[in-house]
C-alpha cells in the first residue's frame, strides 16, 4: 500500500504468527491498510508469507502452504498475551472493531478445528 496522507479510514496493525510446529510466536510487523478492507488483505496480497519467509528460513518456524486454512486473533490484553479473541478474517477490520495499533495473531487452522468447521463455542484456546 502506498500511503499519500495519514486519514482517519486508515488503520495500523501489529502482525505476529504463531506457528504450532515450534511452537513460536513471531512478530512480522506492521501492515497499514483501509478500515474496509477485509483482514485477510494482508494475505491475499502476499504480504503475510513475504514476511514469513525470513523466519521460515532460519527455521524458526515450518514452512506454510498456500493453501493452508489461517485463523486469526486479536491479543487484547497486552499485559497478559493468552487473552485473545478469535476474528472472522473474512471481515473487515472495521466491522471486526480493530483500531490503530492492534495485535493480530495468525495462525494455521488446528486438524480438530478445521474438521468440525468452526470453533464450535469457544472451546479452543488460541495462541
Known sequence: HEIFKWTEE?????????????Q?????????????????VMVSEGWLADR????????????????????????FNHRSPKEVVHRNHKES??????YLGDIIIWQPVPPQVEATGGLNGREFEGP
Open 52 to 75: 514469513l519467509q525470513r523466519f521460515v528460513e532460519t527455521k524458526e518456524v515450518a514452512p506454510l502452504s498456500e493453501c493452508t486454512p489461517l485463523m486469526c486473533w486479536e491479543e
Open 93 to 98: 477490520i472495521e466491522k471486526e472493531g480493530l
Open 10 to 22: 486508515l488503520c495500523l496493525l501489529i502482525v505476529k504468527y504463531f506457528c504450532p510446529t515450534t
Open 24 to 40: 513460536r510466536l513471531v512478530t512480522l510487523g506492521c501492515y497499514y491498510t483501509h478500515q474496509l478492507e477485509p483482514i485477510d
